[in-house]
């Protein structure tokens, strides 16, 4: 069975990556950027993985087939990936060395900011989303306005601008408006699966009810009229997960972000998604993450305490 992995990302602001055959070496972002460690593990993994924060993936070269929530995209130079909190996905590539990209991680809160100054920006997403598809093709010249406003961010981190600066925050949102803008791109054609519209229903159906309790195969199996043990089949099929494991991944994604905002107990939190009762909760949690709850709680407000001190 692929396991699937969440990687915390940042708490505010965002996080930029170059991987290009520019930029040998990423060291200096390890500076400004606070999951560098568990990201770069990552890399030499490539698993099925999730992360609690907005992943934009911007595709320069190589090859690359990226899964996410049942579709798979054969990559190419112009495509951004548009990668939700939470959705399940990974990149499968060839070549290592010849695979370059930048990844942009940003904050839920900063991403509040940037679609509360702009309501367009905010329209385009909700757009973006009703064309079920994650992946986007720009146009050259959208695309190499892109790569320009990367560069001048990554080069004025280099350089030691402050991280947080208004600057750099106005390039990154220069650089989404783009992204987002229906205008800027046009559809991803090398999706290799065709377009299943049932899939599409039965994953919108549970993230719906995902905090329900009686949310399990055989409910939505009769839901959607289809046998138990064909959907179990054509779930995994699709998603490369099983159906109980995919619920429990994104209902302990829930969980992790609930804790480490710390407003109720950690009791109370297991109900609120979806778990039937805490010694569930606790054993699902405890294998995936391999540490409590409550030591996952302990060791976000030690790194909470160090950020502030830092700062």
């Known amino acids: 069975m692929k396991q699937s992995i969440l990687i915390p990302g940042i708490n505010k602001g965002f996080e930029i990556h170059d991987f290009s055959k520019k930029n040998q070496s990423h060291d200096w972002l390890k500076k400004y950027n606070e999951s560098t460690r568990e ?61 370059e990209r930048f990844i942009v991680s940003v904050s839920e809160d900063l991403m509040d900011d940037f679609l509360s100054s702009s309501p367009s920006m905010k329209e385009n997403i909700v757009f973006q989303k009703t064309q079920g598809s994650f992946a986007l093709h720009l146009h050259s010249e959208n695309f190499q306005e892109i790569i320009s406003l990367l560069h001048e961010i990554t080069h004025r981190i280099k350089s030691g601008e402050d991280h947080f600066s208004f600057t750099i925050n106005y390039l990154l949102f220069q650089a989404l408006q783009v992204i987002f803008n229906p205008e800027s791109s046009m559809p991803n054609l090398s999706n290799k699966d065709e377009l299943d519209h049932r899939f599409l229903s039965i994953l919108e159906y549970i993230e719906s009810h995902l905090t329900e309790p009686d949310l399990s195969l055989d409910t939505i199996s009769d839901y959607f009229h289809l046998n138990k043990y064909y959907f179990s089949h054509y779930f995994k099929k699709n998603m490369n997960l099983p159906f109980y494991r995919y619920v429990s991944l994104k209902r302990l994604s829930f969980a992790v972000t609930m804790i480490k905002q710390n ?23 405890k294998k995936e993450y391999n540490l409590s709850p409550k030591n996952l709680q302990k060791e976000y407000k030690n790194l909470l305490s160090i950020s502030t001190h830092n700062l």
């Open 39 to 99: 990201s770069s593990q990552l890399e030499s993994l490539f698993r099925l993985h999730r992360h609690d924060v907005l992943e934009l993936l911007v595709f320069l070269g190589g090859e690359c087939e990226f899964f996410c929530e049942g579709k798979t995209y054969s990559l190419r130079r112009g495509d951004i990936v548009v990668i939700p909190p939470y959705a399940v996905h990974q990149a499968i590539v060839k070549n290592i060395n010849s695979y």
């Open 263 to 285: 407003q109720i107990s950690i009791e109370e939190i297991a109900l609120k998604c979806g778990f039937p009762d805490y010694s569930s909760f606790y054993r699902l949690f």
